[in-house]
């Protein structure tokens, strides 16, 4: 898990997420961000390619990205 194992990039993921300035365009990523039809689509192409007739969406990681990281 990224943010388990890799914390430079989970701390870059989180100020892109999170960030609502023009950088990114007044917080794009985090507006067009649709993390359940992500897992959904993974599962049904995964499942397709498998042959698999059933799919288990999984609940988490809860929440999708952790707040923001404050620098002090």
């Given amino acids: 898990m990224i943010r388990h194992d890799y914390p430079h990039i989970d701390r870059w993921l989180r ?3 999170w960030d609502e300035s023009e950088k990114t365009n007044g917080g794009a ?3 067009t961000t649709n993390f359940d039809a992500f ?4 599962l049904f192409s ?3 390619r498998m042959q698999v007739p ?4 999984p609940a ?5 990205i952790l707040p923001p990281i404050t620098d002090a």
Avoid: C, E
């Fill in 29 to 31: 990523f985090k507006k």
């Fill in 60 to 64: 988490g990681p809860a929440p999708h």
């Fill in 54 to 57: 059933f799919s288990i969406v």
């Fill in 46 to 48: 995964t499942n397709r």
């Fill in 15 to 17: 100020r892109l997420y």
């Fill in 39 to 42: 897992k959904l689509g993974y």
